[in-house]
Nanobody, 116 residues
Framework: QVQLVESGGDLVQPGGSLRLSCVRSGRNINTLAMAWYRQAPGNQRELVATITNIGTTNYADSVKGRFTISRDNAKNTLYLQMNSLKPEDTAVYCC??????????WGQGTQVTVYS
């Protein structure tokens, strides 16, 4: 079993910044990639950003240039730096780990609300 716990969600005004964290614990299985997803009420879950085990990153067009995904392997932590936040970024943000062997794990999520 792998556990993922997110933190860092908050209320923020448009133009503000937040940094989300996702701490991984449990079985030490090699990770192929980790990702941040988000889901707003009434919307489907959306892939926000991914980072592979070799550090390759990809972003949804809607967040390119504003969000940065990174990781600290020594701390087993995944980050999402979010700048220039917009009301449409409001959602529950979840981290996900894709492990060698194909198993995928999810965190419970952290709420980000961008309000005017």
């Amino acid at each position: 079993q792998v556990q993922l716990v997110e933190s860092g969600g908050d209320l923020v005004q448009p133009g503000g910044s937040l940094r989300l964290s996702c701490v991984r614990s449990g079985r030490n299985i090699n990770t192929l990639a980790m990702a941040w997803y988000r889901q707003a009420p009434g919307n489907q879950r959306e892939l926000v950003a991914t980072i592979t085990n070799i550090g390759t990153t990809n972003y949804a067009d809607s967040v390119k240039g504003r969000f940065t995904i990174s990781r600290d392997n020594a701390k087993n932590t995944l980050y999402l730096q979010m700048n220039s936040l917009k009301p449409e970024d409001t959602a529950v943000y979840c981290c996900s780990a894709l492990l060698v062997g194909g198993a995928r794990y999810w965190g419970q999520g952290t709420q980000v609300t961008v309000y005017s």
